[in-house]
């Protein structure tokens, strides 16, 4: 069974930037699109960021320009940098496969707090 471990997450003030890294079990990562979504506080989870299998990646408006997802399918690993960090910003990220039929069984996800 495909397992997702995302790391990376922290603290920081706003302004900072962190890099967040999702590895997984098996080769979900090198053949399938993936995705960054985030669950704020008291929200639903979203979809952040996609990266598909050859490269090609897309952004929810509110991250465009802050954040770049990639992928190192060597290393069946999916990164998402993420700079200029705003409060808004806060919540726990987690990756999974972008579509919904490919999802697997979700991490724990990885906690981001953006003070301002």
């Known amino acids: 069974q495909v397992q997702l471990a995302e790391s990376g997450g922290g603290m920081v003030q706003a302004g900072g930037s962190l890099r967040l890294s999702c590895t997984t079990s098996?080769?979900?990562?090198?053949?399938?699109?993936m995705a960054w979504y985030r669950q704020p506080p008291g929200k639903q989870r979203e979809v952040v960021a996609v990266?598909?299998?050859?490269?090609?990646?897309s952004y929810v408006d509110s991250v465009k320009g802050r954040f770049t997802i990639s992928r190192d399918s060597t290393k069946n690993t999916i990164y998402l940098q993420m700079n200029s960090l705003k409060p808004e910003d806060t919540a726990v990220y987690y990756c999974?496969?972008?579509?919904?039929?490919?999802?697997?069984?979700w991490g724990q996800g990885t906690q981001v707090t953006v003070s301002s």
């Open positions: 990266v598909t299998s050859s490269g090609s990646t």
């Open positions: 098996g080769s979900i990562s090198s053949t399938k699109a």
């Open positions: 999974n496969a972008a579509l919904p039929f490919a999802l697997v069984r």
